[in-house]
Nanobody, 124 residues
Framework: VQLQASGGGLVQVGGSLRLSCAAS????????MGWFRQTPGQEREFVAS????????YYSDSVEGRFTISRDNAKNTMYLQMNSLELEDTAVYLC??????????????????WGQGTLVTVSS
């Protein structure tokens, strides 16, 4: 299983970015997907998760209302639209996949498959 995250970069406070996660070597629509983020010295933090069909989503309290997770099963790709970015959103964003549920990813803060991260830096 390969998960390739992209789309990170440098953005000012209040700006927007769209992250993508391309998946290969798995039956994409049968896997829940999600995003985590991590900063040096901090614990890994759940950001959002989405069910296989894409009809159930979960967000952390810190991003709800600003971030939108989505997926295109025809393209084996998941997205994270990030709006109204804040300094505290600066982190490496990691995409994950799991054959279980989006709720499991959220509740357990775990997943079977992890991709490499993409760095998001929010500046003032």
């Amino acid at each position: 299983v390969q998960l390739q995250a992209s789309g990170g970069g440098l953005v000012q406070v209040g700006g927007s970015l769209r992250l993508s996660c391309a998946a290969s070597l798995l039956t994409f629509s049968n896997h829940a997907m999600g995003w985590f983020r991590q900063t040096p010295g901090q614990e890994r933090e759940f950001v959002a998760s989405i069910s296989g069909p894409g009809n159930t989503v979960y967000y952390s309290d810190s991003v709800e209302g600003r971030f939108t997770i989505s997926r295109d099963n025809a393209k084996n790709t998941m997205y994270l639209q990030m709006n109204s970015l804040e300094l505290e959103d600066t982190a490496v964003y990691l995409c994950v996949a799991d054959p279980g549920s989006a709720y499991y990813i959220r509740r357990r803060s775990e997943a079977r498959y992890w991709g490499q991260g993409t760095l998001v830096t929010v500046s003032s």
